[in-house]
T-cell receptor, first 116, second 108 residues
């Protein structure tokens, strides 16, 4: 298993601003992912954070809106840019202990974002 | 696009009752995972089922993978308030796809 810490745990932001969420893992992991969970809904994969290269984004998500960094095997950031109320969600960092994207996942506690 | 539909979407029952949650798809999965998410927390993996027809038990929770590996069920016996949470199935094919979720509330 892995222990995953996310910061901030929650924030209230103004429309048009940007927020960066940090994810720290207590061990080196190959696969790291960012998910969005809209109120009362399931999880949607935003992107796979790749160490040393650009993130791989899922359909409907773009780098300009959700820039991701992954400088090493234990840390990643997700920025939500130019926020609107529709971006109000829980953003979850997750890792797989296995070297493929379909492995069992461990999640952080999530960052609850409210955009006014 | 692979869709995993869970039913029911919401379930509220009394402590001590039994319940079943279903996870259905038209797609075949190589394996299927079940997660539980409590308020303010991230999802936590409960089990992975791999073989068609497989049954796994985790105390009062019984998980079954359909013979054709297109569906799964979660049965809870003698539900307790600690079982309250959002239950998510996740199918594994080329990638991991999460189901629509079942929000379970156990009333003491």
């Amino acid at each position: 298993s892995a222990v995953i810490s996310q910061k901030p745990s929650r924030d209230i932001c103004q429309r048009g601003t940007s927020l960066t969420i940090q994810c720290q893992v207590d061990s080196q992991v190959t696969m790291m992912f960012w998910y969005r969970q809209q109120p009362g809904q399931s999880l949607t994969l935003i992107a796979t954070a790749n160490q040393g290269s650009e993130a791989t984004y899922e359909s409907g998500f773009v780098i300009d809106k959700f820039p991701i960094s992954r400088p090493n095997l234990t840390f990643s950031t997700l920025t939500v840019s130019n926020m609107s109320p529709e971006d109000s969600s829980i953003y979850l960092c997750s890792v797989s202990g296995l070297a493929y994207r379909t492995g069992e996942l461990f999640f952080g506690e999530g960052s609850r974002l409210t955009v006014l | 696009t692979q869709l995993l539909e869970q039913s029911p979407q919401f379930l509220s029952i009394q402590e001590g009752e039994n319940l079943t949650v279903y996870c259905n798809s038209s797609s075949v999965f190589s394996s299927l995972q079940w997660y539980r998410q409590e308020p303010g927390e991230g999802p936590v993996l409960l089990v992975t089922v791999v073989t068609g027809g497989e049954v796994k038990k985790l105390k009062r929770l019984t998980f079954q993978f359909g013979d054709a590996r297109k569906d799964s069920s979660l049965h809870i016996t003698a539900a307790q308030p600690g079982d309250t949470g959002l239950y998510l199935c996740a199918g594994v094919h080329a990638k991991l796809t999460f189901g629509t979720g079942t929000r379970l509330t156990i009333i003491p």
